[in-house]
Structures are given as structure tokens and as C-alpha cells.
């Protein structure tokens, strides 16, 4: 009895290496899997005789990714000149007109420019706020700065940060905190991610503050 009580904290040691092997590496091809599979759904604009399954006897999977990046690619080619942008903006002024329509690709369209933007510091910084109350620290993600009623109300410049949950950082809260009381931190934006969906178990190696920067030990 005392043998097999000697082999069971072996067997854990064991069982958790396992784990800690296997479940990264399935876990990043079922992501992987779901994506590509997802992607490869762009065959569909593609006609039935000019598919891979159809000229080649086979599906090729991932070649749905390969095709998405040209129609990215070509797309972007062409509204980068003139014709193209005249072509969007009146394409845009039809949906626009449309009930329901308008309000949503308004809004989806102003969101992918504020994180797509090559200028935007939209999700670019991962801050430490006192969250949710004076002495709590806690972890949040830039997300922009008000302007209009909400900057002219306030007394102090303020930013827009997100506070995600974990560990599912998907979803949070969006809260206003003054500039002057977020300390910014060097990690980037997927460290920070990792931080929040480890529970904290993963942290990130620590790196030198800026010059000038605030240390959140003096910061009363």
C-alpha cells in the first residue's frame, strides 16, 4: 500500500506533463483546422468546373486560404486608385439607404478602421489600471480616446480602455479612466491577451521602464 502511495505523485508528475504536451498542440490544430475550413469556404466563388476537386479529382484544403488572400490582395489594388474609390463610394451610398443595412456596415466599417488603421492606437498598448477600485490593480487594453460630449464633460483628459474577464477576454467592460492615472506598460498586446487567459499564470518576462516612466509602487 505505501508503494503505490509513493507512485501516485509520480503518476501526477506524469499525467500533467502529458497534458501540458497534448493540449497545446490539439488545441492549436483544432484552431487551425476550424480556420482553415472556414477560409476554404471562398472556393464558393469559384465556378463548380474551375474548383481543385474539379480539376484535379481532389479538394486541396487550405487552398480557400491561399484564395482569400488574392481576392484581399486584388481588392485592396484596386480601390487603392481612383475608379476603385469611386466604385466603393458609390457602392456605399446604395447601402447606406437601406434600412438596417446602413446602421450595420456603418458601424462594422468603423470598427475594422480603428483597429486596422495603420495610425490607430486602438488594442496597440496594454495599460495597468486601479480597477475596480483605488489599490486593485488590474490589466486592460487601450482602446481609444473620446472626443466630443464625453472628453468636453469630463474635467481631465480621459482614455477609453477595455478590461477584459478571464478567462475568456472576449468579453469585459469598457470604463473611462484619466490618462494621468494609467500606467503603461511595455508588454505587448499578445502578452497581455496570454496574461488574462492563463488566469495569470503566464506572465510575461519583465523589461527595462521607459525613461520617465511611472512605477506603480510610487503611484499613490
Known sequence: MSDVKKKIPILRRWLVAGVLVWGPLLATIWIITVLVGFLDKSLL??????????????????????????????????????????????????????????SVYSAVKQVLETFVAEDSRSFRKVLLIEYPRKGIWTIAFLSGEPVGEVQDRTHQKVLTVFVPTAPNPTSGFVILVPESEVIELNMTIEEGFRMVVSLGVVVPQPRHLPQGGPDPEQTP
Open 45 to 102: 466563388l469559384l465556378p463548380k468546373e474551375y474548383r481543385p476537386e474539379a480539376l484535379l479529382g481532389f479538394a486541396i484544403p487550405g487552398f480557400g486560404v491561399l484564395l482569400a488572400i488574392v481576392v484581399l490582395l486584388a481588392t485592396g489594388a484596386l480601390v487603392a486608385n481612383f475608379i476603385g474609390r469611386r466604385l466603393v463610394g458609390f457602392g456605399e451610398n446604395i447601402l447606406n439607404r437601406i434600412p438596417l443595412v446602413s
